[in-house]
T-cell receptor
């Protein structure tokens, strides 16, 4: 039973480019959560999605960041016009049902470096 | 809103000894879960132990145990017989029973000395 998968594991982008991070939840899970970890800090919640719906995006920066979880395929976190401050590790987690955050399983993360 | 605080940025322990990592939190809710996660250099988030707030008994997982003081809103992690592989960042986290996300503390970096 494959766990939460994220790709790429490492992503390098120049300032101004777009970054696309992908997350495939565990089999049977339809809820996805994205977190960002800045260097030497804990994880910070960004957005919570169910298939085809954004449930809570209270942690998302207002500009340049967007997320989606289509009916088919992985969840995508998109960062447009990246800046150096976007360099961080981005983690995805998934759960089977809504409200079951205590059963969230984390992926290995994507480390984004902006040069 | 929920907050989680870890007041020890770094800790060290001698191999085979015992170490305790501190965590305090704040929430106005009565139903929640508390967690300790380990993050080794690989950056994978590994669940160490979980505590349901409604349970008075402290959770234990092999060499890892917690001291959960609900009234004091304290949730410390004790690692017994420390091993070199225990060296990592340790994060304390909280989620409400019907919440939608984890709230993490800033982490404690644990070094294990041979």
């Amino acid at each position: 039973n494959a766990g939460v998968m994220q790709n790429p594991r490492h992503l390098v982008r120049r300032r101004g480019q777009e970054a696309r991070l992908r997350c495939s939840p565990m089999k049977g899970h339809s809820h996805v959560y994205w977190y960002r970890q800045l260097p030497e800090e804990g994880l910070k919640f960004m957005v919570y999605l169910q298939k085809e719906n954004i449930i809570d995006e209270s942690g998302m920066p207002k500009e340049r960041f967007s997320a989606e979880f289509p009916k088919e395929g992985p969840s995508i976190l998109r960062i447009q016009q990246v800046v150096r401050g976007d360099s961080a590790a981005y983690f995805c987690a998934s759960s089977r049902d809504r409200g079951q955050t205590y059963e969230q399983y984390f992926g290995p993360g994507t480390r984004l470096t902006v040069t | 809103a929920q907050t989680v605080t870890q007041s020890q940025p770094e800790m060290s322990v001698q191999e085979a000894e015992t170490v305790t990592l501190s965590c305090t939190y704040d929430t106005s809710e009565s139903d929640y879960y508390l967690f300790w996660y380990k993050q080794p250099p690989s950056r994978q988030m590994i669940l160490v132990i979980r505590q349901e707030a409604y349970k008075q008994q402290n959770a234990t997982e092999n060499r890892f145990s917690v001291n959960f003081q609900k009234a004091a809103k304290s949730f410390s992690l004790k690692i017994s017989d420390s091993q070199l592989g225990d060296a990592a960042m340790y994060f304390c986290a909280l989620t409400l029973v019907y919440g939608q996300n984890f709230v993490f503390g800033p982490g404690t970096r644990l070094s294990v000395l041979p």
